[in-house]
């Protein structure tokens, strides 16, 4: 063997029994010493053979580089555990959607009930109105409380002092105030039909 190839052997061996030291730092804070504890290797994909000519020997006398890998990190929590939460959340949401549209249900139904009892009290009430409205009800009523059916009508006479008093008081007023309308005319009115 040549003293080359035997020093470049000695260099390797020297490398891989001595842990390999470098600083690390980071962005504003102070810079930190790690050792890497594995051997640092290097796969080489040909057997190793004797340099044939200087630069082959020039590049096999220098120093590898050396560098320092990241610990490899594992995640807090598996895909199993993330997919595991995902559909529990899931199932929890549909639970509470599904609790929320059964009590929007009863609340509709509990309404749709209330608007069905004041209807059907809102038609019992017209009913008794029309009952209590109607002129056979009224006649048996005044009957029960001592009233009877006219049985003429009798005029009297006014005198004119008291025409003339009226006359003048009333001279100022709106004519349609001072001059009342006639029984026949309010009696058309509060039927509603026209005269």
Same mark, same amino acid.
């Given at each position: 063997m040549s003293a080359a190839y035997?020093?470049?052997?000695e260099t390797? #061996?020297?490398h891989r029994e001595e842990p390999a030291t470098r600083p690390v730092t980071r962005a504003g804070t102070r810079a930190i010493t790690r050792q890497v504890s594995r051997p640092v290797t290097r796969q080489?994909?040909?057997p190793v053979t004797r340099p044939v000519n200087r630069?082959? #020997?020039s #590049?096999?006398?220098?120093?590898p580089q050396l560098r320092v890998v990241q610990p490899v990190t594992r995640s807090k929590f598996s895909k199993v555990t993330l997919v595991i939460v995902t559909l529990a959340s899931l199932f929890g949401f549909i639970v509470i959607f599904q609790t929320v549209i059964a009590e929007q249900q009863l609340r509709l139904d509990k309404v749709s009930t209330d608007v069905r009892l004041a209807r059907q009290h809102y038609n019992e009430l017209r009913q008794q109105r029309a009952e209590l409205r109607a002129p056979d009800y009224l006649r048996?009523?005044?009957i029960m409380l001592g009233m009877?059916?006219?049985s003429g009508a009798k005029f009297e006479e006014i005198p004119a002092e008291v025409v003339t008093m009226v006359l003048a008081s009333t001279g100022e007023m709106d004519d349609s105030i001072a001059l009342p309308r006639n029984s026949d005319e309010l009696v058309l009115e509060s039927t509603g039909s026209a005269p």
């Open positions: 035997s020093r470049r052997q390797i #061996r020297q080489v994909s040909r630069q082959n #020997r #590049r096999n006398t220098a120093k048996a009523q005044a009877w059916p006219g």
